[in-house]
């Protein structure tokens, strides 16, 4: 009798896989820590319909097309939306007694469990891939979890919430009263906020109070988007809610407060940084959601051209030497530097990192948070730092002179050092380390690369159409008739997976700047930013703009979309 296949030998038999491709896999998993059909899919080599398939097949089990299946509502209503999104199943159908759910893992013995207990009735299954589900759950339960949150808002308005008004100006601040009945709407009301963030890939949560509304709105790609507002009478108890989950005082009312959330969410682990500041109408909150997986990134998931690719990896492979990552806050930074990070830590190499605040933890690597209040600020740091023998250094920024030189003279003393600065592009980081003090022999000999980022958004991939720019367009984006005629330009038109935006996840854009013999000289002379990056583009330097272009050219991004975050400069065209 011939062995059964897995799904990997199904998509190798089938044509899809390659034994190479999966050996890729496999070392991406050891790396990340994500499981094989996540590390096939970021590696681009199938999909998640071609892979739930073959685990259908392995299994037996059938495979269903989510698109476009009608559901009866009895059905969903079998399943709550909260259970159907924790354990990413939906309610398909009834044969006789059994409920027979749609999942991507047949093999979660633990789901199943948990459904049985719950139902009281057995359990069969059908397979679908996780990102089908996951869309067929926000079709069937509403467009997206937000008409859950604006549920209980509807739900919250009839109920009387008893709080105590704490003494003080405008007396915005409330601490919530003892009883569960009052209590458990805004907890639930929080809960729900977060959750929904989370799910639609928020990168922030913005609670803003006005004169007769509480504002709440999410960062979703670098975009905000406006949720349902709350009436007024609700802004005391959720920002008590917050700050005490946050461990903050919340009878301060005057000074802004920084802290921190941990929660787990399903299988997620999340981390929030939660910054609060006064204003005129009651203390706004943001909180910035520090998601794990965000980070498990290798350098070729990046988005590197083939040429910069080659040139960062030959960067990070020097021994010593300071490599600057530069950019706006939001701009990917700290997942560039985390991903090089992941390709140089091995048991043979000793990593320290200084930051404010450590937002990610990465196993193996020795992180040390920056404390101002006790005088541990990141000279002092990195002083010490270098009594531990480390390989590599990370410098969360170099802020001052005093960071900057240390940095330095760790880089001439043998060490690998990585940091940030707050410039537009690359060549401006040597005038800014100028600028701040350091001599300009000492950049020019220190120095090996700096890297400018952006992050654009992808086009959705479920909604995209091929689309033909206009001549101004393509004029405005400085392609010629020749390139046009080599593109493939893609929009989307808006659906349930990108919330109608036509864009679903963003990808960066990148400005690699090689300190080649003639930039150091010039570094050294001390000559202006424009002479160093008239040099630096024709040694081959690419700029932000034109990466972005080359992006937007093969359908990843639109050109509209490069051209809200990048422009040429005069002398680059």
Known sequence: MAKRLNYLGILNRDGLLSRTQVQEAQE????????????LKQLGYVNGEQIAKAIAEEHGKRYVDLKDVAIRPAVIELISESIARENCVLPYEEDGDALIVVVSDPDDVEVFEKLRFILQRPIESVVSSREAIQEAVNQHYGQNVGESADSMIHEMTDTAINFTVVEGAGGDEAQAGSGSESDAPI??????????????????????????????????????????????????????????????????????????????????????????????????????????????????????????????????ARPNGIILVTGPTGSGKTTSLYAALNELNTPTRKIITAEDPVEYYLPGINQVEIKHQIGLDFAAVIRSMLRQAPNVILVGEMRDLETASMGIQASLTGHLVFSTLHTNDAPSAITRLVDMGVPGYLVASSVIGIMAQRLVRVVCPKCRRPYTPSEAELRAAHITPEMAAKATFFKGKGCVNCNKTGYRGRRAIFELMYMSPKVRELTFKGETTTVIRRVARSEGMHVLFEDGIVKAMKGITTIEEVMRVARLEDDDV
């Open 28 to 39: 991406l998993m050891k790396k990340t820590g994500v499981k094989m059909p996540e590390a």
């Open 187 to 316: 907890v639930r009301l929080c809960d729900q906020s977060i959750a929904e963030a989370v799910q639609l890939r928020a990168s922030d949560i913005h609670i803003e109070p006005f004169e007769d509304r509480v504002r709440i709105r999410y960062r979703i790609d670098g975009a905000l988007v406006e949720r349902e507002a709350l009436p007024k009478r609700f802004q005391g108890a959720l920002m008590s809610r917050f700050k005490i989950l946050a461990k903050l005082d919340i009878a301060e009312r005057r000074r802004t407060q920084d802290g921190r959330i941990k929660l787990t969410l399903g299988e997620k682990e999340l981390d929030l940084r939660v910054s609060v500041i006064p204003t005129n109408h009651g203390q706004s909150i943001v909180m910035r959601i520090l998601d794990k997986d965000n980070i498990r990134v290798s350098l070729v998931q990046l988005g590197f051209s083939e040429r910069d690719y080659k040139r960062f990896t030959h960067l990070i």
